[in-house]
């Protein structure tokens, strides 16, 4: 019975926040949290293109050229590969709740 007076409690407290549903709240919550981590991808990309002066392709083209030590190198572009990837991937999940 708990349960149900959560579930009752909960539907009430967001139609008063203005929704009209749990699934309109939660798809809020969930495009507000993927817009929080892709600013979060776009900034650690954005510290690396400064870093290094250049985006991820040339980096890749240069990187034998690069001043950094091989392992400072090779561990940001890791990196930098890393948070292109979740940054597509969490885009594509965006537009798909869009």
Same mark, same amino acid.
């Given at each position: 019975?708990?349960?149900?007076?959560?579930?009752?409690?909960? +539907?009430?407290?967001? &139609?008063?926040?203005?929704?009209?549903?749990?699934?309109?709240?939660?798809?809020? &919550?969930? =495009?507000?949290?993927?817009?929080?981590?892709?600013?979060?991808?776009? =900034?650690?990309?954005?510290?690396?293109?400064?870093?290094?002066?250049?985006?991820?392709?040339?980096?890749?083209?240069?990187?034998?050229? #690069?001043?950094?030590?091989?392992?400072?190198?090779?561990?940001?572009?890791?990196?930098?590969?890393?948070?292109?990837?979740? #940054?597509?991937? #969490? +885009?594509? =999940?965006?537009?798909? #709740?869009?």
């Amino acid at each position: 019975m708990l349960i149900k007076e959560q579930s009752l409690a909960l +539907q009430e407290t967001v &139609q008063l926040m203005g929704y009209n549903s749990l699934e309109d709240f939660a798809l809020v &919550q969930a =495009r507000e949290k993927l817009l929080h981590e892709i600013n979060y991808c776009v =900034r650690q990309i954005d510290q690396f293109e400064k870093k290094y002066e250049m985006d991820y392709t040339d980096f890749c083209k240069n990187f034998h050229q #690069l001043q950094q030590s091989i392992f400072e190198k090779e561990e940001d572009s890791a990196e930098w590969n890393a948070e292109l990837k979740q #940054l597509n991937i #969490l +885009q594509k =999940r965006l537009a798909r #709740l869009a």
